[in-house]
């Protein structure tokens, strides 16, 4: 087994030049002179958003033929909270079509896929000079743009692990936050119960000014946490810090960090070592302790059902009807074919297709017990089997406070990716084969419980490529989860 070097930090470092195909459109900020600034918290950073959010006087594409043209018609919550503290924003940025890939190359016809900035840092310049690789994805062009120093920070959306992935390879720290934290007004639902707005940017800390000015109840999002599930969650949270008495002083004794021996079992799982970092972990107090999740084994393909199944009726608003269809690039039906159909031909390309196929056929009266029923399922073991083993308690449902473990674990921990950044070929932009779907694996189960996962860059693969490891929390911990991330990294 070939291990990571244990240079700690290395990944830090942050290149100065700009990478190709980061932008779908740049520069655009026309929102921000109309928003009410209430606060001067975010003055003078550069605020990347992938091209999934609302942005008033913007268009927002998704990346998708579909919505080419479409103009966003208000402003996410989530955007406009930066805008309030005097963020500027810089531009909408690529992705992979509505969320769904993990290396930003599901693009509309003649896009290139976004190039990982990683190796035109000069600290591995000369090394690799001519091997392009891959940013990640979905948001791919956030944490291009960031990396590639044309942002401060970026925004994301991670379903399965679209921001994790993407922060790993470009060596950032990538923030996707417990479900419900971050309002998605304003955001295009790829799978809803599953959807977070999530962070980019080079430091823990930067990542956490960016989620206390984003983390706040909104009346337009259902889903989102209300005042008093909050409340709770900081009780929970208060009542966890006793233990981590370390934390104050900038060290890990007391912190528990459980590792899922699932995730460390497969042979040929991954090159990629995370020994050195827990090595660290260890010398600054923490107490690191095997755990099992047995479901965790299930968690992708419960994943891709759900989230198939999911995307297929929220994409079925896409047709020529409110949403798509009034490009100019399409032509009018043959004659063969009604309005719709044809729309929806031209506009979704091949893996959105293959998705909303998936996801139909999952939900169609045949299938459905075996398929959208069991994933539901597996979910719920997975969350039961999750909450098993925080020493915290799951704060969200009032009838299920159970007494949390006391020798429970308070983060547990895991590579955030089977691999470094693939190499991005010329058989990249077709749609996913199964290398694809594989690399979601370390990061589907944060997602399925809905709870908070932070990437760290630990240092470099034996190719001098960056590496992540993620740590998990139980639900609303992000303060405790980042100051150990802070800590550790
Ligand atoms: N790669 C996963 C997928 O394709 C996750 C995507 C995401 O988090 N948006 O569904």
Redesign the pocket.
Known sequence: MKSTRPILNVARASSTKPSPFTWVHPGEGIEARVTEVTDQRLKGKRIAIKDNFMLRGTRTTCSSRMLQEFESPYTATSVKSLLSSAASITGKTQ??EF????MTN?LPPGSPPVHNPWNLDAAVEGKDEVQVRSAG???GGSAAAVKGGQAWAAL????????R?PASYCGLVGLKPSHGMISRHGVVS??DT??CVGILTSEVDDARLLFDIMSHPDSMDPSCASAEVRHRAEGVEHEARHSMKGLRDGRLDGVRIGIPIETCLEKDLTPLDLAPFIRHLRSLGATIVPISIPSIRLALPA??VL??AE?SSNLARFGGGWYGGQQSGLKEPDGSVDRRQWTRRWGFGP?VKK?ILAGTYALTAGAFNNSYLKALQLRQRLRSDLDAIFRSSQPQDLDDVTEAPSRGVDVYMHLTAIQTAPILDSTSSTS?DAR??A??LL??PA?LGGLPCISLPIGLGADGWPVGASLTGQWGSESVLMDIAKIGM
């Open positions: 992705m992979d969320g769904m890939g993990s599901n994805g979905s948001s994301g959306t991670d379903t399965g692990g679209s921001v992935l790829y799978a599953l959807d994943y891709y989230a198939c995307a893996e998705r996913q694809g779907y690399q979601d990061t589907v997602s």
